[in-house]
Nanobody, 125 residues
Framework: QVQLVESGGGLVQAGGSLRLSCAAS????????MGWFRHAPGKEREFVAH?????????TYADSVKGRFTISRDNAKNTVYLEMNSLKPEDTAVYYC?????????????????WGQGTQVTVSS
């Protein structure tokens, strides 16, 4: 089992920044690929970013956040981060981190094994 706890959400004005953290406990964090997803009211859950587990991690992003968001991980701290800059009102959502053993299909929520409880991000205009 892997337990995931997100933090860092909050209320921010458009153009502002937030950094989300996801702390993992349980099985060795370094062997899991990690993803961030978001879920806004009235919309389906949306892929945000993905990072692989190995050193020199590979990252992928949704087109809607590319150039504004950065995913990173610190395996020594068992933590994955999502740095969010130039935030827009349409970024408002509950953000979830998730973990999976498989290397591929980072955009597909169905392949993730573990999920956190989520943290609310609200961007005001």
């Amino acid at each position: 089992q892997v337990q995931l706890v997100e933090s860092g959400g909050g209320l921010v004005q458009a153009g502002g920044s937030l950094r989300l953290s996801c702390a993992a406990s349980g099985r060795p964090f370094s062997t899991y690929c990690m993803g961030w997803f978001r879920h806004a009211p009235g919309k389906e859950r949306e892929f945000v970013a993905h990072i692989t587990w190995h050193s020199g991690s590979t990252t992928t992003y949704a087109d809607s956040v590319k150039g504004r968001f950065t995913i990173s991980r610190d395996n020594a701290k068992n933590t994955v981060y999502l740095e969010m800059n130039s935030l827009k009102p349409e970024d408002t959502a509950v953000y979830y981190c998730a973990a999976k053993r498989s290397y591929y299909n980072g955009e597909n929520p169905a392949v993730y094994d573990y999920w956190g409880q989520g943290t609310q991000v609200t961007v005001s205009s």
